[in-house]
């Protein structure tokens, strides 16, 4: 059981550069989420899903996009990276509304120049 | 709206001490609290969580009491291990509305623990 796969592992991008992070779970959870994870900032939710064909803005939305057009996967798009996006991103999912645990990816380290 | 505060990092212990770190939140109503793990290069694992007023989380040694009156949720370990060098996120949920499960973050406490 893989879990929750995130691609690429590492990525160096240009700015003004469009780039899509993947998002793969196989545990059929109903939510999923977009972290991102500054030093001395912990992490902050970008955008979310509750369920396959809905999404939902987080704290930090801006200049990233995310479709859910079936329940495996989550794609977080830059449509045009900027340096402050610089960060690692760590995809999560979880079974459902309430106190359930959240799963992590083993996360995308992006670096934008 | 929802916020999580840890104590400063970060913290550098020998085997065997005894291991605080503090987390304190500011929320309406009852969240639920959590406790999570980074262990180096790799996505974050629960450690343990608390989900109404008095309830004690505990995994691994590690304990943490959800204290309405101090609205805290401080974490322990009577005797820390060099495997437990990592970095501890405490967070809180507010179920149900727009909120749906969504985590809020401290800002991460380093542990560094030598042999």
């Known amino acids: 059981i893989a879990g929750i796969t995130q691609a690429p592992t590492s990525q160096i991008l240009a700015a003004g550069r469009r780039m899509t992070l993947r998002c793969t779970q196989d545990?059929?959870?109903?939510?999923m989420y977009w972290y991102r994870q500054d030093l001395g900032l912990g992490l902050r939710l970008i955008h979310y899903?509750?369920?396959?064909?809905?999404?939902g803005k987080g704290e930090v939305p801006d200049g990233y996009s995310v479709s859910r057009a079936n329940t495996d996967d989550f794609p977080l798009t830059l449509a045009s990276a900027v340096p402050s996006q610089t960060s690692v991103y760590f995809c999560a999912s979880s079974p459902g509304q309430g106190d359930h645990e959240q799963f992590f990816g083993p996360g995308t380290r992006l670096t934008v120049l | 709206g929802n916020s999580v505060t840890q104590m400063e990092g970060p913290v550098t212990l020998s085997e065997e001490a005894f291991l605080t770190i503090n987390c304190t939140y500011t929320?309406?109503?009852?969240?639920?609290l959590f406790w999570y793990v980074q262990y180096p290069g790799e996505g974050l694992q629960l450690l343990l969580k608390?989900?109404?007023?008095?309830d004690k989380g505990s995994n691994k040694g590690f304990e943490a009491t959800y204290r309405k009156e101090t609205t805290s949720f401080h974490l322990e370990k009577g005797s820390v291990q060099v495997s437990d060098s990592a970095v501890y996120f405490c967070a809180l949920s507010k179920p149900g509305g727009t909120s749906y499960g969504k985590l809020t973050f401290g800002q991460g406490t380093i542990l560094t623990v030598h042999p």
């Open positions: 608390a989900t109404k007023a008095d």
């Open positions: 545990m059929r959870h109903n939510a």
């Open positions: 899903s509750n369920t396959a064909g809905t999404t």
């Open positions: 929320a309406t109503g009852y969240p639920s």
